[in-house]
């Protein structure tokens, strides 16, 4: 028995959806490929952003001092700038709970 026209068109069509789902795959790894690269793109440009951006410059050297906060047992390092201060002197600084007073618990230390 030979196959009518609807049986024919059926067995094309079945071609078809195989070769569109093949085509589907491949533009969707080509997508990704493009993802991927314009992702690499952007993380390279905002490197470059930042570097530019950055108040420091690499090997620059930068003045810092520890700060330890009531309750807390370790000390945070701050930025000294062009101030002074004195061991055990109290200070108003940020800490993880808001505007505390704390004490410079070590002398001013350089950076690079």
Do not use: C, H, W
């Amino acid at each position: 028995m030979q196959p009518t026209a609807l049986e024919n068109n059926s067995e094309l069509d079945i071609e078809i959806i195989e070769s569109d789902t093949g085509n589907a795959n491949n533009n969707q790894d080509s997508n990704d490929d493009y993802n991927q690269s314009e992702n690499e793109n952007l993380d390279e440009a905002n490197a470059e952003n930042e570097k530019e951006n950055s108040r420091f410059k690499d090997g620059e050297k930068i003045n810092m001092i520890r700060v330890r906060f009531p309750g807390n047992a370790r000390s945070f390092a701050f930025l000294v700038g062009k101030r002074k201060f004195a061991y055990g002197q109290k200070v108003l600084a940020m800490s993880d709970r808001g505007m505390t007073v704390g004490y410079i618990n070590s002398i001013t230390y350089e950076v690079t």
